[in-house]
C-alpha cells in the first residue's frame, strides 16, 4: 500500500507496553486512518494473535511496529549504581527488582512473523535493520516505515531502501524512537523540512499532534500523514491503565527522562522521574527489565507516581472518545483547518 491512499492521513502510532490493541488498530484502520500494532514486549505468538484479530474484525490495511535491537556497550557499573538506588523503591512496593538483562525482544522470531503473515505495513524504532530485512518484507509485498529523529538518520535510512519515513520531533511521548540515544532533539516542524529536503520519500510527522490543525500543519509543512500517539491513549479501545488514563486529565507537564528504561522517552512528571531522572544511566533495555517489576506493581496498585506515564507535550488534547469516532473527527477538523488556510488573503 502506499500512504497517500489513505482515506484519512492519520495514523495511529503503536504504543507499545500495554496502550496498543487489535481493537485500537482496527477502530483506526476501519475510520480511514493507518491503525498500528506494537510489536515491543510482546512474545511473537501473541503478536501472531494480534495479527489475526485485526483481519478478523476489518479488512483495511494495518501496520505492526518492530524493536530493531541495540547496539553498543553499556556502563554495567552504572547499571548497578542505579539499582542500588532503586532498592528503596523495591521495598516500598514489596517487588523485586528485575534482572537487567540485555535482550533483542524477539527480533527474529518477531521478523519471521511479519514477514509469514505479508503484514501490509511494517514501521521500526530504534534503529536502522539491515537491507536484507528490507529486500525480504519487500518481497513479501510489505511497505518500510523508519522512524527517524535527524536529518542524517533519514538520508542513512533512505539509501538502505526504506519506503518512507516517520520523522519523530522532540514534542512526541514515548521512547525517542531514532537510531540512537543521543542527540534527535528537533523539534517537529524543522525535523519535518529537513527530512524532506534530505530525501525524496513521502514523510509521516510524529510529535505533539493531537488535534485537526495539528494534523493540517504538518499536511501543509510536506508530510503524507500525521502520526497520533497520546491522542488515542483514553480511546475506550487502548489498553492504557485506568491510573495513565487519569494522569493525562490531571498532570501539568511532560519530560524527557531515562528514568524508567534506560532510553530518553517522554512522559508526565511524576515522583519516579522527579527523584531518579538525573541518575538514570543510558543502558536500554537493562534499565526498562530492572524496573518492570516496579512499573507492573504500581500499574495494579493504580499508583501513578511510579509508573511510566508517556504522553506528547499534546497530551491535553486526549479525550475519553471513541478511536474509529475520533479518527474521523480529526480528519474533518484538518480538512476545513486547510480550507481556512487556503481562503486567508495572502499578499495582495
Do not use: C
Not at 525480504?136 to 519515513?165: Q, S
Not at 511510566?308 to 499534546?314: M, S, V, Y
Request: aromatic fraction near 6%.
Amino acid at each position: 500500500m502506499h500512504l497517500a491512499a489513505l482515506a484519512l492521513p492519520i495514523v495511529q502510532a503503536p504504543l507499545a507496553g500495554g496502550p496498543s490493541t487489535p481493537a485500537l488498530a482496527t477502530a483506526v484502520s476501519s475510520a480511514g486512518g493507518l491503525g498500528f500494532l506494537a510489536a515491543g514486549y510482546r512474545s511473537a505468538e501473541d503478536l501472531r494473535f494480534d495479527i489475526a484479530a485485526v483481519r478478523a474484525r476489518t479488512g483495511a490495511p494495518f501496520g505492526v511496529n518492530l524493536f530493531v535491537p541495540s547496539s553498543g556497550g553499556v556502563d554495567r557499573a552504572a547499571v548497578e549504581a542505579y539499582a542500588g538506588r532503586l532498592r528503596g523503591e523495591s521495598e516500598r512496593m514489596g517487588v523485586p527488582l528485575g534482572v537487567p538483562a540485555d535482550d533483542d525482544d524477539g527480533w527474529q522470531d518477531k521478523l519471521a512473523v511479519v514477514k509469514a503473515e505479508r503484514v501490509p505495513v511494517v514501521s521500526f524504532t530504534f534503529g536502522l535493520p539491515g537491507r536484507e530485512v528490507i529486500d525480504e518484507l519487500r518481497a513479501a509485498g510489505t511497505y518500510i516505515l523508519v522512524t527517524v529523529t535527524t536529518p542524517d538518520e533519514a538520508a542513512t535510512a533512505h539509501d538502505a531502501g526504506a519506503d518512507a519515513l516517520v520523522a519523530q520531533g522532540i514534542e512526541a511521548g514515548g521512547h525517542r524512537g531514532g537510531f540512537t540515544d543521543d542527540g534527535g532533539d528537533f523539534g517537529l516542524l524543522a525535523l519535518l523540512r529537513l527530512t524532506l529536503r534530505a530525501t525524496p520519500l513521502p514523510v509521516v510527522a510524529a510529535g505533539g499532534i493531537a488535534d485537526g490543525a495539528g494534523i493540517a500543519a504538518v499536511l501543509a509543512a510536506g508530510a503524507v500523514a500525521a502520526q497520533l500517539g497520546t491522542a488515542f491513549l483514553r480511546t475506550p479501545e487502548a489498553g492504557t491503565s485506568p491510573a495513565h488514563r487519569e494522569a493525562l486529565a490531571s498532570y501539568e507537564r511532560t519530560a524527557v527522562t531515562r528514568a524508567f528504561t534506560g532510553r530518553r522517552a517522554r512522559g508526565l512528571v511524576n515522583r519516579f522521574l522527579q527523584e531518579h531522572n538525573d541518575e538514570a544511566p543510558a543502558a536500554y533495555p537493562q534499565v526498562h527489565h530492572l524496573t518492570a517489576p516496579l512499573r507492573a506493581a504500581a500499574r495494579k496498585a493504580g499508583d501513578a507516581g511510579t509508573i511510566n506515564l508517556w504522553a506528547g507535550q499534546g497530551f491535553p488534547f486526549a479525550e475519553e472518545v471513541p478511536a474509529g469516532e475520533l479518527v474521523r473527527r480529526l480528519g474533518a477538523e484538518a480538512k476545513e483547518a486547510l480550507s481556512r488556510a487556503a481562503r486567508r488573503p495572502f499578499g495582495r
